[in-house]
């Protein structure tokens, strides 16, 4: 069975590091791009990064470009989301997701993480 | 960054009535090298992760009921629920994965009249 299993909840101080994670199995890790979804509380679904384990390949939304930093370790499985100084603004529910893979680019998210809320509250 | 716009931004459809959700890009996601169009829908309940129903616009996820198809090529997409169970409850997105950054319509939440 493939799943992906995210990292539990966070409670964090605005300015705090943080590095959440996402573990795959059940599936080759290292053939699907991993990817980071955010939904802030009562909103939509915002992409903001993926990466594929095998070479590395990593993609930012603009959005997200240098407020976060998206990694994997192909030998564990995992893949990351991580921030050097969280803000108020990124409390907000998690999501990592396995997408299919094409040439060049990721294609569509079939599997999907349980969800990691993180709040940042003072 | 491809916009997808969505329409309506919420729906009440009677249970065993059609639910007909509408996702707009701001550019075309057809690849005429492959003949595929680049867009799927997801359905979250409360509380859970999204769930995969349709890719390459109109392709069933293994597991999702025959009510739910999904139609459209070029820049305009529909979903279809032919027939509304109260399991259907949700809110639906349509994505773009044309290419990165890849994008999500703003959400239709469909309730139950």
């Known amino acids: 069975e493939v799943q992906l299993v995210q990292s539990g909840a966070e409670v964090k101080k605005p300015g705090e590091s943080l590095k959440i994670s996402c573990k795959g199995s059940?599936?080759?890790?290292?053939?699907?791009?991993v990817g980071w979804v955010r939904q802030m509380p009562g909103k939509g679904l915002e992409w903001m990064a993926i990466?594929?384990?095998?070479?590395?390949?990593?993609r930012y939304s603009p959005s997200f470009q240098g407020q976060v930093t998206i990694s994997a370790d192909k030998s564990m499985s995992t893949a990351y989301l991580q921030w050097s100084a969280l803000k108020d603004s990124d409390t907000a529910m998690y999501y990592c997701?396995?997408?299919?893979?094409?040439?060049?680019?990721?294609?569509?998210?079939?599997?999907w993480g349980q969800g990691t809320l993180v709040t940042v509250s003072s | 960054d491809i916009v997808m716009t969505q329409s309506p931004d919420s729906l009440a459809v009677s249970l065993g009535e059609r639910a007909t959700i509408n996702c707009k890009s701001s550019?075309?996601?057809?690849?005429?090298?492959?003949?595929?169009?680049?867009l799927a829908w997801y359905q979250q309940k409360p509380g859970q992760p999204p769930k995969l129903l349709i890719y390459?616009?109109?392709t069933r996820e293994s597991g999702v009921p025959d009510r739910f198809s999904g139609s459209g090529a070029g820049t305009d997409f529909t979903l279809t629920i032919s027939s509304l169970q109260a399991d259907d409850v949700a809110v639906y997105y349509c994505?773009?994965?044309?290419?990165?950054?890849?994008?999500f319509g703003q959400g239709t939440k469909v309730e139950i009249k």
């Open positions: 997701a396995r997408a299919t893979s094409g040439t060049f680019s990721p294609f569509y998210s079939d599997q």
């Open positions: 059940g599936y080759n890790f290292a053939n699907y791009w």
């Open positions: 990466i594929h384990p095998g070479d590395s390949d990593t």
């Open positions: 550019q075309s996601v057809f690849y005429s090298s492959d003949n595929k169009n680049y």
């Open positions: 390459w616009a109109s």
């Open positions: 994505q773009q994965y044309y290419n990165t950054p890849q994008t």
